[in-house]
C-alpha cells in the first residue's frame, strides 16, 4: 500500500481528530491513522472533559450531538487521612447551563465520535494500522511506515499525536529519555451502579455529574485520587508519580484497592459491580519536560508533545490536546500554502501555542510538579486539617484555644517550623 497524502497524521485521539477535521474542511488530502480496532480503543474508558473555545469553535453543538455521559456540576476536594476526611464542595448554577462548563465521557465513545465527525468532512480514518517509522526523503519527514496494512505512507507533513509514548517523536530524534519523575500512572475502575442509586448518593438531579479530587489516599506516594460520575456508572482511580510507585514496591491494582478500602470511599462505592480496570502513563513533567515540537517536515501535538501539567488541583491534559492539534493543522495549511514543509515554516506551531494558553498556563504552573513530589503534601497536611478541625469539633470539658493558637499548634508539631517554612516557599513559588 503506498499512498500520497497532503497530511499524514498519527493517532485518532481528540488532538488528531480535531487536526483532521480541521484539515479536511480545508480541502486538504488527509490520512489518520489509528493503531486499535477503532478510535478509543486504546484509551482508558472514562474521562473529564472540558468546554474548551476551540472545541466550540469547531463543533458548536457538540454537547447536543456527541456521546457524553452527565455534565459536570458539583466540584468536590477532599482531604483524607485513614480515618477521616475534610471535603471542600464547590457548586455553581452557571455550570448547569448549556453548552455547560464540562462533562464526564466515555473516551472509546467520544473519540470514535470525533473520528468520525473528521470522516464525515473528508478526512481518511484507518484503523488497525501502526505507524512503525518515518519515512525521510532530503533530510525530511515525508511520510511514515506502517504495520497491519503493510507498507508507506508518503505526504508532505506528518502531525505526530501518538501518545505519551509517541514513537514517532522518538524516531524524528525530537523526545528526550523519559525520566520516571517526569511521568504519572493514571489508574482507573469503572464500577456499574444504577442511575437512580449514582443520583441519590452523590445528591444528583437528571444528567448533573460529581467530579471528587481526593488529596492524602496514596500512601504517602506523590499524586492524588478521584471519582466522577457517569450515567450509570462511577470512575474511582489514582493518579500517582511514577517513581513513588516503583520506590513503593506495589502494583497499581494494590495502591487502588487501599484507596478503595478508605472507609469514606467505601461508602460512595458501595453495591458497584467492577466493569472494566485499565492503567496508563501520564506526562506529568509540565513545561521544562516538553520535547521539541517540530522538525523538517513533522509536528508533534498533544499527550506526544508532553502538554500536560497540574495547577495543583486540577490535571490538565485534553483541552491542551486539542488546542495543540488545532494549531498544527494551522500551521500544516499555511505550510501547504507556500509549499514549504521546513522546520522555519513549521516553527509557526510553536509560535502559535507560545501565544495561546496552553504554554502560558504550562509556564504560570512550570513549579507544580515539583510541588506535587512533596510527601507531606499527601501524607502529613490532611492528617494536619483532620486534626485541627477534630480538636475544634471534638467536647472534652477542657479549654479550647483559638483557632489560629491551634492551627500553628497542631502544623508546628506534625510538620515543623523548618519543613512547614520550606514546603511554605515551594508551594508558593508552584501556585502564587
Known sequence: MAKYFDVIIVGAGPAGSLAALKLARAGLNVCLVERGQYPGAKNMFGGLLHNTPVLNEMLPDFWERAPLERHVYKKVLAFMTPESAVSLTFENENFEQPPYNGHTVFRPAFDSW??????????????????????????????????????????????????????????????KDFKAKNMGVGIKLLLGLPEATINERFHLVRDEGADISFVGTTGGMGGGGFLYTNRESISVGMVVHLDSLKASGKAP???????????????????????????????????????QVYTDGMMVAGDAAGLCYTNGINLEGINLSMT???????????????????????????????????????????????????????????????????????????????????????????????NLIADGIKIGRALL
Open 253 to 291: 491494582y494494590e495502591v487502588l484497592d487501599e484507596l478503595l478500602q478508605h472507609p469514606q470511599v467505601r461508602k460512595l462505592v458501595k453495591g458497584a459491580v467492577p466493569l472494566e480496570y485499565s492503567a496508563h502513563l501520564i506526562p506529568e513533567g509540565g513545561f521544562t519536560a516538553m520535547p
Open 324 to 418: 495543540s492539534g488545532v494549531l498544527a493543522a494551522e500551521t500544516a495549511i499555511k505550510a501547504l500554502e507556500v509549499g514549504d514543509y521546513s522546520a522555519r515554516t513549521l516553527s509557526l506551531y510553536k509560535k502559535k501555542l507560545d501565544e495561546s494558553f496552553i504554554i502560558k498556563d504550562m509556564k504560570t504552573f512550570k513549579n507544580a510538579a515539583g510541588m506535587m513530589h512533596l510527601e507531606r503534601l499527601s501524607r502529613t497536611y490532611p492528617q494536619v486539617l483532620a486534626g485541627i478541625l477534630e480538636k475544634l469539633y471534638r467536647v472534652e470539658g477542657m479549654p479550647r484555644s483559638k483557632l489560629l493558637r491551634l492551627a500553628r499548634k497542631e502544623a508546628l508539631k506534625e510538620v515543623g517550623l523548618k
Open 114 to 175: 470525533l473520528a468520525a465527525e473528521a470522516v464525515r468532512e473528508g478526512a481518511l480514518l484507518l484503523c488497525d494500522c501502526t505507524a512503525e517509522d518515518i519515512i525521510k526523503k532530503d533530510g525530511r519527514v515525508a511520510g511514515v511506515t506502517v504495520k497491519g496494512r503493510e507498507g508507506t505512507l508518503r505526504g508532505n507533513i506528518v502531525i505526530a499525536a501518538d501518545g505519551v509514548l509517541s514513537f514517532m517523536a522518538e524516531k524524528a530524534g525530537l523526545r
